[in-house]
Each structure stands twice: as structure tokens, then as C-alpha cells.
Nanobody
Framework: QVKLAESGGGSVQTGGSLRLSCVTS???????MAWFRQGPGKEREAVAA????????YYADSVKGRFTISQDNAKETVYLQMNSLKPEDTGIYYC??????????????????WGQGTQVTVSS
């Protein structure tokens, strides 16, 4: 069974940057890897996803141009580089994996394997 472990969260000021890492323990990267987040009092939302076979990426409109998802197959790791952070980016960020396609849909969707989450706090 795939296990995911996130790291890299922390506290930054508006405009700062963080890089989140997600290491898989399954020996491979699933077809679809994604980052979700849940802010205080908000529902969980998808932030970014990557189709690992082609490195095709997908982003929520709220993070386009600021966040970048990438993968390192040799390290079995997926990253989320977050730049120009805003207070509304605050939340728990979860790495998720799924071998089912598609990796991203316009409406709400979910994945079947989740990490424990890492806290990101952006102060103004």
C-alpha cells in the first residue's frame, strides 16, 4: 500500500516562499499525485496535480503562476514550490496519490491515498 509523508511546512510572511515535499514509500510514484489544502473553516480543495507519466500539471486558479508542482522519480518525491504566498494560502496541505485517471476535473474530486498533512501559515 502506498504511504505518503509530507514535509516542508512552516510559517512565513506574505510574499514569502516554501517548498513542500511528499515522499512515497511504495517504490514508485502513482499515476496521479496532487496537493490539496484545507484552510481554517474551509472545505478541502485541490491545489495542484501532476500526471506522473507525462509530467502534465494542473493548478487551481487561485495558485496559478505562484505554485509549481514537480516530481523526482529517482527520489520518489513530489514537490510543491509555493511563491508569493498570501494569508489565504494558510492551511494544512495534504499530499495525495491515485492511479485512477483523470488526475484533475473541473468539479470536486478526491484521491484514494493521503498523507498526514503539513501546516502552512502565512502572516500579513
Amino acid at each position: 500500500q502506498v504511504k505518503l509523508a509530507e514535509s516542508g511546512g512552516g510559517s512565513v510572511q506574505t510574499g514569502g516562499s516554501l517548498r513542500l515535499s511528499c515522499v512515497t514509500s511504495s517504490g514508485y510514484i502513482s499515476a496521479c499525485m496532487a496537493w490539496f489544502r484545507q484552510g481554517p473553516g474551509k472545505e478541502r480543495e485541490a491545489v495542484a496535480a501532476i500526471f506522473s507519466h507525462t509530467a502534465t500539471t494542473y493548478y487551481a486558479d487561485s495558485v496559478k503562476g505562484r505554485f509549481t508542482i514537480s516530481q523526482d522519480n529517482a527520489k520518489e518525491t513530489v514537490y510543491l514550490q509555493m511563491n508569493s504566498l498570501k494569508p489565504e494560502d494558510t492551511g494544512i496541505y495534504y499530499c495525495a496519490a491515485d492511479d485512477r485517471l483523470p488526475c484533475w476535473t473541473p468539479g470536486p474530486f478526491t484521491y484514494n491515498t493521503w498523507g498526514q498533512g503539513t501546516q502552512v501559515t502565512v502572516s500579513s
